[in-house]
């Protein structure tokens, strides 16, 4: 049974050479920049893959009156350790190797930008918090952050169910940002 090119007709031998020819040099590219990737060292900055170790990560302090914002945080510092083999997160403090404990300081929504009625149309959420990252082997602090502001900015619309989505998907953003950095940070701290 023949195949039908686009034109409706049976390709030619020429399309057929073609064809394969593309297919071989995409194929010879890829392999190409496969072994050029592994060859120049290039490591995913997403993933510790040296010895197994295990981090106690504490619930965080809320002191906003946002409630299960610490839970929202602590579920997305969790998918990012995830992305590690070699990470585990583990419930309790005995024989962890590191503990990441944090406070969220402040939730904000301040006014920016106005129109022409003078009625706010964006808004800048503003979140604060401050975290450690510490070896509980040696008690030396490998990361400590005594502040930090995240902003993201929403839309403000006429519908209120419309804006409190903007602004429910604007604090997503902050936190798989923040966790995000966390996960990074400490990375660099453990492979020292």
């Known amino acids: 049974m023949e195949h039908l090119n686009t034109t409706g007709t049976t390709p030619t031998q020429t399309e057929r050479s073609l ?70 997160i583990t419930k309790t403090k005995e024989g962890a190797d590191y503990i990441l404990a944090g406070e969220i300081v402040s939730y904000n929504i301040p006014s920016l930008t106005f129109d022409a009625n003078n009625s706010t149309s964006r808004v800048n959420l503003t979140l604060t918090v401050r975290y450690v990252f510490k070896d509980l082997k040696t008690e030396k602090i490998l990361l400590e952050k005594s502040r930090e502001v995240w902003t993201e900015e929403y839309l403000v619309t006429a519908n209120s169910n419309e804006t409190r989505d903007n602004a429910d998907a604007a604090l997503e953003i902050i936190i798989d940002e923040l966790s995000q950095r966390i996960y990074q940070r400490s990375l660099v701290q453990i492979a020292e």
Do not use: E, M
């Open 19 to 88: 064809t394969l020819k593309l297919f071989v040099r995409c194929s010879l590219v890829l392999l190409v920049t496969s072994l050029i990737l592994a060859s120049c060292g290039y490591r995913n900055p997403y993933v510790y893959s040296g010895p197994s170790k295990s981090i106690y990560l504490t619930t965080w302090k809320n002191r906003t009156n946002l409630l299960q914002l610490d839970s929202k945080i602590y579920q997305s510092l969790i998918k990012w350790y995830q992305k590690s083999g070699s990470l585990h």
